[in-house]
T-cell receptor, first 114, second 112 residues
Framework: ETGVTQTPRHLVMGMTNKKSLKCEQH?????MYWYKQSAKKPLELMFV???????ENNSVPSRFSPECPNSSHLFLHLHTLQPEDSALYLC?????????????FGEGSRLTVL | GENVEQHPSTLSVQEGDSAVIKCTYS??????FPWYKQELGKRPQLIID?????GEKKDQRIAVTLNKTAKHFSLHITETQPEDSAVYFC???????????FGRGTSLIVHP
């Protein structure tokens, strides 16, 4: 157990649905990330939060909306997605001031958009 | 920003052979180079890393080398085993940022 937990592990949704992915870390880290993993782009950075402040938005469409209420929790709100958004969404955390900056990943949420 | 290129995209070896995965980076200010392993259906996990003040680091059957002048670094796996089969990602991180830039990954297949 790496201390980063994602729910749900699997999600199937229609294009008109609204759903959310949740990530929780118990490692005391201050930085949290959302990555999209697909066959075309193996590890595509989406958003980064540091001390609850968004520091990176990698040109992600507005149908993906992140929320970071505190340093331990990160959400990804999904609305009117497209079939090409089907992918594995990985959450990660790190300590930004650590010498290593090792990323600790969750198990991912497998999203299928019908 | 940083750009990391990784080769090959797929590598197939026989059990017992060595495997080498190579990465290049563009930002000369990058000073930290981790490698992550992602087994099928699992999360990526750090397996080894190297800093810019070191040329080589070894941990049992895996080693990483860094050539700062040429801006490339490599992962070496000796005596490969079927459980080494996974996708391996290299990354580079600049001293001015805590966010790593990942390569596109190498799918390593070790045939028994």
């Amino acid at each position: 157990e790496t201390g980063v937990t994602q729910t749900p592990r699997h999600l199937v949704m229609g294009m008109t649905n609204k759903k959310s992915l949740k990530c929780e870390q118990h490692l005391g880290h201050n930085a949290m990330y959302w990555y999209k993993q697909s066959a075309k782009k193996p590890l595509e950075l989406m958003f980064v939060y540091n001390f609850k402040e968004q520091t990176e938005n990698n040109s992600v469409p507005s149908r993906f909306s992140p929320e970071c209420p505190n340093s331990s929790h990160l959400f990804l709100h999904l609305h009117t997605l497209q079939p090409e958004d089907s992918a594995l969404y990985l959450c990660a955390s790190s300590q930004d001031r650590a010498n290593t900056g090792e990323l600790f990943f969750g198990e991912g949420s497998r999203l299928t958009v019908l | 920003g940083e750009n990391v290129e990784q080769h090959p995209s797929t590598l197939s070896v026989q059990e017992g052979d060595s495997a080498v995965i190579k990465c290049t980076y563009s930002d000369s200010a990058s000073n930290y180079f981790p490698w992550y392993k992602q087994e099928l259906g699992k999360r990526p996990q750090l397996i080894i890393d190297i800093r810019s003040n070191v040329g080589e680091k070894k941990d049992q059957r895996i080693a990483v080398t860094l050539n700062k002048t040429a801006k490339h670094f490599s992962l070496h796996i000796t005596e490969t085993q079927p459980e080494d089969s996974a996708v391996y990602f290299c990354a580079a991180r600049s001293g001015g940022s805590y966010i790593p830039t990942f390569g596109r990954g190498t799918s390593l297949i070790v045939h028994p």
